[in-house]
Nanobody, 126 residues
């Protein structure tokens, strides 16, 4: 069965850190673009960070640059999103997505990713 499962969300105080994990089963994340999206209540889903399929390149939306890092562990068929310096505006449901994409991942929108996880809630609040 083809699945993506996110984990690692939770409640954290402003300035804190979380590491989200996206684990694939039934297929390999190797040579696939993998992205993290988030959706806050009443807002559209936005791309946060992504990894290109082949060249190791990555992209981060301006609001998380310098705070979030994305990386893959091919041996574990997993992609991580390390989130530091969390802010209340980072509160959202975070989703990982994967797809065979030829160009740099920043060129693709959510509807171009075919595989999605169920999401994990991140709440940043004091």
């Amino acid at each position: 069965q083809v699945r993506l499962v996110e984990s690692g969300g939770g409640l954290v105080q402003p300035g804190g850190s979380l590491r989200l994990t996206c684990t694939a089963s039934g297929f390999t994340l190797n040579y696939k673009a993998v992205a993290w999206f988030r959706q806050a209540p009443g807002k559209e889903r936005e791309a946060v960070s992504c990894l290109n399929s082949h060249d190791g390149g990555s992209y981060h939306v301006d609001s998380v640059k310098g705070r979030f890092t994305i990386a893959r562990d091919n041996a574990k068929n997993t992609v991580f999103l390390q989130m530091n310096g969390l802010k209340p505006e980072d509160t959202a449901v975070y989703y990982c997505a994967a797809e065979d994409l030829a160009l740099g991942c920043k060129n693709y929108r959510a509807n171009e990713y075919g595989k999605w996880g169920q999401g994990t809630q991140v709440t940043v609040s004091s």
